[in-house]
């Protein structure tokens, strides 16, 4: 059962990490919390979802169709939500994002219905066994599926010039924009890169669960936002960690203790990391000298 | 080559700017100086387009205000922030090239790169290291080693002594008027009105958000009014 519970823990922790690395991407430029992720990677789910059932797409497609209209959602967030108070106190722009979170999951009721809608069979699932290890062709695809998407996102981030324009806005957006970066546009194109991946992930919790739901973004986004903070908020590749983390003790907690208290797992862990490393696990503590 | 003219900029609920006017000649260093808060930096920031205002800043002969920031720095105005505002988190070499993220001409990048290294050997030494571990005045020498790598024709320097012992301000400077020879054109903002008016050509004494008078620096050296008020005598 431990084996099981563990790629069980595993899948589910890619799927929090993919969702937490846009949370901490967006806060890391504009130190938003941006509520309306959650509903963005419900989103993703919905229009993966619509592409596979009434738009007859190979489920490749889909996918990529639900991760570049939920990158569509991301900028036009950005840009009606946001946009326009940047320069207000923070306080009113989180006001907008619970607003825009609240509206998303609406918008989606209104579109696709409040039920339930099944997730088609898109992937036939065996179930493989190597060295004590078990994990069923879904768990594989979805680990594979974020492997795959954080090496891009790291690789655009790290080498490419956009990415270094998003790493310098992020540490100081004025001295930034003296370099000559269109900060505005790093800030669409962060919020595209962080929706799409929390689209991918929606769409994956849609298949692995063959579940999709109008509110189904709403546990998830909070318990990636933990993952984030866990991570050390502004960190991808502490985004990745906290997510794995928050996955894997979440699986075996409800395993081992109760599957009752499988949410409130997350938030014990938040407490204890907290209290003992404040900034999070990989948080920057780089050391400045005035 | 820069021609401010009645520039008015309110920040938040404050009349910071109230219609001050000042011209920039190409080769020549031009100081503005005033105490805190009498509006300098708000002068820079309005020219470099990260804040909005009213008036008119002619930039050869074209309106600049109001233009976006990256528009501007791709005309060649470059400025320094105050407090040096490096990239605490890339190392000295990246920092550097991110001067010249609007350039593609690589040849004359890593000359320029060059060039810095020469003017500021301490960068040189330390190209690997984090940005946030250099000391003050290795961090304003980096500040304006990138500046410099997006070739500008215009270098806005504010407040490049804050904070530095001496010694290190006598060497920032001498860099200043070492590139100011070279053909580049600077403004300078500064509250150390000593070391402003024995470096620059022309200065503008600014008093709460307005021109209160101006001259030849040398000239200035020696004006009571700028004696009392801002050389401590």
């Known amino acids: 059962m431990f084996m099981e519970q563990l790629s069980n823990g595993i899948a589910l922790g890619s799927i929090y990490a993919l969702t937490a690395i846009g949370f901490t991407m967006v806060y890391g430029i504009i130190r938003l919390i941006n509520f309306a992720h959650g509903d963005i990677y419900m989103i993703g789910a919905f229009l993966t979802l619509t592409g596979i059932t009434l738009l007859n797409m190979h489920l490749v497609m889909a996918f990529l169709f639900g991760m570049a209209g939920a990158a569509l959602f991301g900028i036009l967030i950005a840009k009606l939500a946001y946009s326009p108070i940047f320069k207000a106190p923070r306080i009113n722009i989180f006001l907008s994002a619970i607003g825009t979170a609240i509206f998303l999951e609406n918008f989606a009721m209104l579109i696709w219905g409040p039920e339930t809608q099944a997730f088609p069979d898109v992937i036939q699932n065996n179930v493989y066994t190597f060295l004590g290890f078990r994990a069923s062709t879904l768990q594989l695809v979805i680990l594979g599926t974020t492997i795959l998407l954080v090496t891009v996102l790291t690789y655009v981030v790290q080498y490419t010039k956009i990415g270094r324009a998003m790493r310098c806005t992020s540490q100081d957006m004025d001295a930034a924009r003296l370099m000559g970066i269109n900060t505005n546009r790093v800030v669409y194109i962060t919020f595209a890169l962080g929706s799409s991946l929390g689209a991918a992930a929606g769409a994956l919790v849609g298949m692995y669960y063959k579940a999709v739901f109008p509110m189904m973004g709403f546990v998830p986004g909070l318990k990636a936002f933990i993952a984030a903070v866990i991570g050390g908020i502004g960190s991808i590749p502490g985004a990745m960690l906290g997510g794995i983390i928050m996955g894997v003790s979440e699986s075996l907690g409800a395993a081992y203790i109760s599957s009752g208290y499988r949410d409130a797992i997350a938030f014990i862990i938040l407490i204890a990391i907290i209290l003992i490393k404040p900034s999070g696990l990989l948080g920057k503590a780089v050391k400045e000298k005035v | ?233």
Do not use: W
């Open chain 2, 1 to 233: 080559m820069l021609k401010v003219e009645a520039l008015d900029v309110y920040y938040g609920g404050i009349h910071a700017l109230k219609g001050i006017s000042f011209e920039i000649m190409k080769g020549q260093i031009v100081t503005l100086i005033g105490s805190n808060g009498a509006g300098k930096t708000t002068a820079l920031k309005a020219i470099s387009g990260l804040i909005s205002g009213k008036g008119s800043i002619k930039y050869e002969d074209k309106e600049i205000l109001g233009s976006l920031s990256e528009k501007i720095v791709a005309k060649g105005i470059c400025q320094v922030p105050e407090g040096r505002r490096i990239f605490t988190a890339l190392n000295v070499h990246e920092n550097l090239m991110m001067g010249a993220y609007l350039r593609k001409d690589k040849a004359s990048i890593q000359e320029d790169l060059g060039y810095v290294y020469e003017l500021f050997p301490r960068l040189k030494e330390r190209a690997d290291q984090m940005g946030g571990t250099l000391s003050g005045g290795e961090q304003q020498m980096l500040a304006i080693g990138r500046a410099i790598m997006a070739k500008p024709k215009l270098l806005m320097l504010d407040e490049p002594s804050m904070g530095l012992a001496p010694i290190v301000v006598e060497e920032i400077f001498e860099a200043v008027k070492d590139l100011n020879k070279k053909g580049l054109t600077v403004l300078l903002v500064e509250q150390n009105a000593n070391i402003a008016l024995q470096t620059a050509d022309i200065c503008y004494v600014i008093e709460s958000g307005t021109i209160a008078f101006s001259g030849k620096a040398r000239e200035l050296l020696n004006d009571d009014r700028v004696r009392k008020a801002y050389l401590g005598e």
